[in-house]
């Protein structure tokens, strides 16, 4: 599993509608905490972020890793950018997470051409957002009908841990940063005394 974080730009998130843009900020920034818990690549894109795109949000730039690389491209949808699909090919990983800003094109186009190269494609909606409520809606019937599977950020996440008793969960549960998390936390730490 590689986790593809495409597009989510200062300029970008200030036309999200769908979504409020804290929640998505949020979302993607535990996204990118929780794949680098469980060890899951990152592959990060901006488009034209010398433009009116701007560069990534800065919430999501101090939750990558150290030396995370973020490849700047010209090109709509990223994969046909050379340089982000030898990077998603160089994970070496069948199944892939998206997400992206906007939901419609950042998120599904490059998506959609992964599945049709023969990847397992995924996209997390609460970590992409879009600019209205019908652009959502043409997004999500378009992935659906390429065989795209579309999920949530937490739940995939989980899925890629497996296993509730393993030494990384309560890491992972941590960088997930759900609010039920901390109270279930505080419960189990409150019986425990």
Known sequence: MAVVLVDHQVGLLSGVRDTPVADLKHNVVALARAATVLGIPLV?????????WGPTTPELVQALPAGQKIIDRDSVNAWHDDRVRHAIEATGRQKLIFAGVSLEV??????????GAGYDAYVTLDASGTFSQAKREAGLLRMRQAGVIVSDYATLMVEALADNAAPGSGALYTALDMPFTVLV???????QA
Do not use: E
Request: charge should be neutral; charged fraction near 0%.
């Open 44 to 52: 990060v894109t901006t488009t034209a972020a010398g433009s009116m």
């Open 106 to 115: 950042c998120a599904a186009l490059p998506a959609i051409s992964a599945t």
């Open 185 to 191: 936390g505080q419960i189990s730490a409150a019986c």
